[in-house]
T-cell receptor, first 112, second 114 residues
Framework: QKEVEQNSGPLSVPEGAIASLNCTYSDRGSQSFFWYRQYSGKSPELIMFIYSNGDKEDGRFTAQLNKASQYVSLLIRDSQPSDSATYLCAVFPGGGADGLTFGKGTHLIIQP | DAGVIQSPRHEVTEMGQEVTLRCKPISGHDYLFWYRQTMMRGLELLIYFNNNVPIDDSGMPEDRFSAKMPNASFSTLKIQPSEPRDSAVYFC????????????FGPGTRLLVL
C-alpha cells in the first residue's frame, strides 16, 4: 500500500523565520510530488510541484526532492501569519491508473 | 470562471438514508476527482473520471458508495444506505488533462450522518 507520511504538528514558527515541512513516501517508483495548502474550513489549493531531484523555487517557497531517500520537503522563507495553514503532501505514483496519494498534512502556525 | 461547484454545502441525515452529492467541474476540464477528508484518515481519493469514464475506483469504500458522470459538466456521488462513519467532508476536484496536473478543488460538502 502506498503511504505518504507527514508530521501532523502543530509546527510553530516565528514570523520572518524559515518554516520547514517534511514528507516521506513509500513507493520508490513515484514520479511527481505536490504541496497543497489548506486553510481551516477551506479546500486544498496547489502551491508547488516538483518532478526532479533537487530544489525548485517559486517566490518564498522552495520544494526539495530526494528520490534516493524518498523524501520531499517544502521551505517557506520569511514566514507570514497568512502562511498559517495545513500543508498536504501528495504523491503521484506514475504509470497505471493510480491517482494522487495524500499525506494527512502538517499544521503550520506562524507566530506574529 | 466559477470554479468547481458542489452541492449541497452541508448535509445532515440519519443513518440508513440515501445521500447524493453533486459536482460541476470547471468547463473544459477532462478529469474529475472525488475525495473524502476526515481527521483520522486525511484526504483520500475515492474515484476519478477521465472524459466521463471511471478510471480508478479502488478508493471507493464499499458497495454503498457509487459515482456517476453522465456528461462532462455533472457528476454525482451517492451513498446508500448512509452510516455514521461516512461523516466527512467530500471534495470534488477537476483538472485539465491529467492526475498530475493542477487539481482545482470545490468548496466541499460537509456530511453528518446521525
Amino acid at each position: 500500500q502506498k503511504e505518504v507520511e507527514q508530521n501532523s504538528g502543530p509546527l510553530s514558527v516565528p514570523e520572518g523565520a524559515i518554516a520547514s515541512l517534511n514528507c516521506t513516501y513509500s513507493d520508490r517508483g513515484s514520479q511527481s510530488f505536490f504541496w497543497y495548502r489548506q486553510y481551516s474550513g477551506k479546500s486544498p489549493e496547489l502551491i508547488m510541484f516538483i518532478y526532479s531531484n533537487g530544489d525548485k523555487e517559486d517566490g518564498r517557497f522552495t520544494a526539495q526532492l530526494n528520490k534516493a531517500s524518498q523524501y520531499v520537503s517544502l521551505l517557506i522563507r520569511d514566514s507570514q501569519p497568512s502562511d498559517s495553514a495545513t500543508y498536504l503532501c501528495a504523491v503521484f505514483p506514475g504509470g497505471g491508473a493510480d491517482g494522487l496519494t495524500f499525506g494527512k498534512g502538517t499544521h503550520l502556525i506562524i507566530q506574529p | 470562471d466559477a470554479g468547481v461547484i458542489q452541492s449541497p454545502r452541508h448535509e445532515v441525515t440519519e443513518m440508513g438514508q440515501e445521500v447524493t452529492l453533486r459536482c460541476k467541474p470547471i468547463s473544459g476540464h477532462d478529469y474529475l476527482f472525488w475525495y473524502r477528508q476526515t481527521m483520522m484518515r486525511g484526504l483520500e481519493l475515492l474515484i476519478y473520471f477521465n472524459n466521463n469514464v471511471p478510471i480508478d475506483d479502488s478508493g471507493m469504500p464499499e458497495d454503498r458508495f457509487s459515482a456517476k458522470m453522465p456528461n462532462a459538466s455533472f457528476s454525482t456521488l451517492k451513498i446508500q444506505p448512509s452510516e455514521p462513519r461516512d461523516s466527512a467532508v467530500y471534495f470534488c476536484a477537476s483538472s485539465v488533462s491529467g492526475v498530475q496536473e493542477t487539481q482545482y478543488f470545490g468548496p466541499g460538502t460537509r456530511l453528518l450522518v446521525l
